[in-house]
Nanobody, 119 residues
Framework: QVQLVESGGGLVQAGGSLRLSCAAS????????MAWYRQAPGKQRDLVAS???????DYGDSVKGRFTLSRDNAENTVYLQMNSLKPEDTAVYYC?????????????WGQGTQVTVSS
């Protein structure tokens, strides 16, 4: 069983920055992708950014140009650098590890970390 532990959330003013970390209990190279999702109150959980085992990244339209996702395989950690934060970025951010085989897939989730951006 893989455990994902998020950290780095908090309260920041609009225009500020935060860096979220997601530390895995096992090797992240075993996963097809690592990602960050977020969920605001009353809304669905949406993809923020993802990174494949090969290092290819993808970002949600609302965060392109502001957020950067990176991974450190040696530390089994992924990072989400969030710049130019906006109040609409306020949400609980969840780390995800995804593994897929030919006929099945498996997802692991962290407990979430709160990000609050004040105007």
């Amino acid at each position: 069983q893989v455990q994902l532990v998020e950290s780095g959330g908090g309260l920041v003013q609009a225009g500020g920055s935060l860096r979220l970390s997601c530390a895995a209990s096992g090797s992240i190279v075993n996963f097809n992708s690592m990602a960050w999702y977020r969920q605001a109150p009353g809304k669905q959980r949406d993809l923020v950014a993802s990174i494949t085992s090969g290092g290819s990244t993808d970002y949600g339209d609302s965060v392109k140009g502001r957020f950067t996702l990176s991974r450190d395989n040696a530390e089994n950690t992924v990072y989400l650098q969030m710049n130019s934060l906006k109040p609409e970025d306020t949400a609980v951010y969840y780390c995800n590890a995804h593994r897929a085989w030919r006929f099945s897939q498996q997802d692991y989730w962290g407990q979430g970390t709160q990000v609050t951006v004040s105007s």
